[in-house]
Nanobody, 116 residues
Framework: QVQLVESGGGLVQPGGSVRLSCVAS????????RGWYRQAPGKQRELVAD???????HYADSVKGRFTISRDNAKNTVYLQMNSLKPEDTAVYYC??????????WGQGTQVTVSS
């Protein structure tokens, strides 16, 4: 199994920036994709961005041009750089890793609150 630990959330003002990190440990050989999801109060969890093994990225329309997903393979870490934050970006952000044999693994989540 893969274990995921997120960090970097917090309170940020509208228009500000924050970077989330997700460190993975465990059996990584069958991980084909890593991503970030978020869940706001009263809403379903939604994909924010993901990155595949070959480096292909995908973003939700609501974050295109503002968020960037990247990775450091040597550190087994995926990052989510979030710029020009809006109040509607407030949510718990979850890191995910997709294992071709075991399915999805999730982190515990980190709160991001965008408020003045």
């Amino acid at each position: 199994q893969v274990q995921l630990v997120e960090s970097g959330g917090g309170l940020v003002q509208p228009g500000g920036s924050v970077r989330l990190s997700c460190v993975a440990s465990g059996k990584m050989f069958s991980i084909t994709r890593r991503g970030w999801y978020r869940q706001a109060p009263g809403k379903q969890r939604e994909l924010v961005a993901d990155i595949s093994r070959d480096g292909t990225t995908h973003y939700a329309d609501s974050v295109k041009g503002r968020f960037t997903i990247s990775r450091d393979n040597a550190k087994n870490t995926v990052y989510l750089q979030m710029n020009s934050l809006k109040p509607e970006d407030t949510a718990v952000y979850y890191c995910q890793a997709w294992d071709s044999f075991r399915g999805a693994a999730w982190g515990q989540g980190t709160q991001v609150t965008v408020s003045s």
